[in-house]
């Protein structure tokens, strides 16, 4: 007579990450008793004891319920500030203007962050600042999700629920790549995905059908492409475990990771496509400015750039993100689950700490944000073991942290709100930097007001890519904006200048961007004349003044940058 399995144990045993000993005292003619059972049992009730306990402490009940604390918590402040406190800064006033035009990719950044603003755009009918921010807002519940996922499959529910945690009161990612947009929204998301996939393959889950979580893979790496170009760092972090692994070395002769590359460069062609009809200039660019910015190696920068990242992830974050990745380097490759996020993580960050010895940061301090990101999932880990040993310091870290971020918004929002930082501090700020988070709404009030939206042949100019985007969201539904300047970037791609000869332009910029409008564009125009300064307003006062001027009858004489015109002359124009 057939024995029938009993579901409850077969489930016990069968659970990932259990392990139990072969001397467990059941008789192979006798069927084991409840308390054999028990006493299988006990490691588990342990665990989920102490998880309870831990997670308890802080007021929650399971990790889910943390997690969603979170996810809600943090969206809901993240869509406030969007709808009333903070304004598109110029980065993201430049891509929404570029993303007004479709197109297959983009000269600065692949396309994937541009389209996903142009379709909320098209989906709405409108370019509010909520309205183009909300798709990126809604793809970091994503990236909170997957940070649980990714940390819960290495370390267990309670480590990653404290890791979804700590990435949302981190300022850099809960406030600036979480909520603006940018092309390192999506860039996480997806990094954290393939990252998922590849943690699965590595540590011994779905081995039945390996080949579609590679396919998986691909899939999210080939989307992290189409978002920003140093997502190609993720593979070299996964080749560099794949050969200091034994274990998973045999990946180099399996076809799952030439199928992940595979579809991966099948989602990056539309990139390709355009740098191959526009002379290659996105990757020229993005490859020449290491060269062409360096100016030999300065320790200065390199600690210029350290700073600033500790800085925007959040000193409180960094320093002991530093220590987490320490320990677990410690631990070597004898952890297999922590030596493929630090595999993963050490390729950004040592890279661009390297580029930091002969390239200035100019203000780049989240371009190792990828790398920072897999060292949440550590620095969980090693949280959960602290507050294990009853460590009292780490459960007050964690509600100091938390504290911190919501003054850092309450400061940025009433910042935004009354300008207060500015009076108080004038002398330190520079123009540009106190006016990216102004909404220049007056300017089109001002142009609508002296009727030039009903004008035909009428474009607009601008001398400087950084303002080109603020202009257009105020102008660009009703007249083209253009920029005529040395480096318009994606600008140059948008509009060809030329079509525009014979129309008449407002030429509209700060002071510190066209100090001398007739030096600068008099020979290219009949007539330039100026026209009444608009003040933009903050809290009832003038914080900023834009010139503007009436010039008539472009003559289309000023000179195409260097990539529009090999482009214009493999179309024979």
């Known amino acids: 007579m057939r024995r029938r399995r009993n579901p409850w144990l077969t489930s016990l045993l069968l ?21 054999t059972y028990v006493r299988l049992a006990q490691p588990m009730m342990q665990e989920r004891s102490i ?6 402490s802080f007021g929650f009940d399971s990790p889910g319920a943390l997690v969603a604390w979170t996810i809600c918590l943090g969206t809901g402040i993240r869509l406030l500030l969007a ?4 304004d598109l800064g110029y980065g993201e006033a430049y891509y929404i203007a570029a993303s007004r035009h479709f197109a297959l990719s983009y000269f600065d950044h692949p396309p994937l962050s541009y389209w996903i603003a142009w379709a909320a755009m098209k989906l709405t009918g409108s370019d509010a600042v909520l309205v183009v921010r909300a798709p990126f807002i809604l793809l970091f519940i994503g990236t909170t999700w997957l940070m649980f996922r990714l940390t819960a499959f290495l370390f267990g529910e309670t480590a990653g629920a404290f890791a979804a945690l700590l990435l949302n009161i981190s300022p850099l990612f809960t406030l600036s790549l979480g909520a603006w947009v940018q092309p390192d929204g999506p860039l996480i998301l997806c990094v954290l995905a393939a990252t998922y996939c590849i943690a699965r393959l590595a540590n011994g889950s779905d081995q039945r059908h390996p080949y579609l979580l590679w396919a998986q893979a691909g899939f999210w790496l080939g989307l992290a492409l189409l978002s920003k170009y140093y997502a190609a760092l993720v593979p070299v972090g996964v080749l560099i475990f794949a050969s200091t692994s034994r274990d998973h070395r045999r990946w180099f002769r399996e076809p799952g990771p030439y199928i992940a590359c595979a579809i991966a460069i099948l989602f990056f062609s539309p990139v390709l496509i355009w740098n191959w009809q526009n002379d290659w200039s996105s990757l020229v660019f993005q490859g020449e400015r290491v060269v062409r ?10 600690l210029d750039s350290v700073l600033g990242q500790a800085a925007l992830i959040g000193p409180w974050i960094w320093i002991p993100m530093l220590l987490a990745c320490a320990h677990f380097v410690r631990e070597g490759r004898a952890n297999s689950k922590s030596w493929l996020i630090l595999c993963i993580a050490c390729v950004p960050i040592g890279l661009f700490a390297l580029v930091a010895l002969w390239v200035p940061p100019h203000g780049h301090y989240h371009w190792p944000a990828p790398g920072y990101l897999m060292l949440f999932p550590l620095l969980a880990q090693l949280h959960v073991r602290k507050l294990e040993k009853g460590d009292i310091l780490a459960k007050r870290w964690l509600f100091a942290s938390t504290t911190a971020i919501f003054l850092i918004i309450g400061v940025i929002g009433i910042e935004a709100g009354t300008g207060w930082a500015h009076r108080l501090l004038g002398h330190t700020f520079r123009v540009d930097e106190h006016s990216r988070g102004l909404k220049w709404k007056e300017l089109r009030t001002a142009m609508a007001r002296r009727g030039l939206f009903d004008r035909t042949q009428l474009f607009v100019v601008t001398s400087n890519r950084a303002e080109i985007g603020k202009i257009d969201l105020e102008l660009g539904k009703f007249l083209p904006v253009v920029c005529l300047c040395p480096d318009p970037r994606q600008a140059a791609f948008s509009w060809d200048s030329r079509k525009f000869a014979g129309w008449d332009a407002l030429i509209i910029g700060t002071q510190e961007h066209i100090p001398d409008v007739q030096r600068n564009y008099g020979r290219h125009f009949r007539r330039i004349d100026a026209l009444d300064d608009v003040d933009i307003h903050r809290a009832g006062r003038a914080a900023l003044k834009l010139r503007v001027y009436y010039a008539q009858d472009y003559l289309g004489s000023y000179p195409l940058p260097s990539a529009m015109r090999a482009y214009r002359a493999t179309k024979g124009e």
């Open 51 to 56: 998880a309870r306990d831990r997670l308890t």
């Open 83 to 86: 709808a009333s406190a903070i």
């Open 15 to 35: 659970r990932p990450g259990f392990r139990f000993s072969v001397h467990t005292g059941v008789s192979r003619n006798r069927p084991p008793c409840r308390e």
């Open 293 to 302: 910015e360096s100016r030999g190696i300065g320790l200065r920068w390199l």
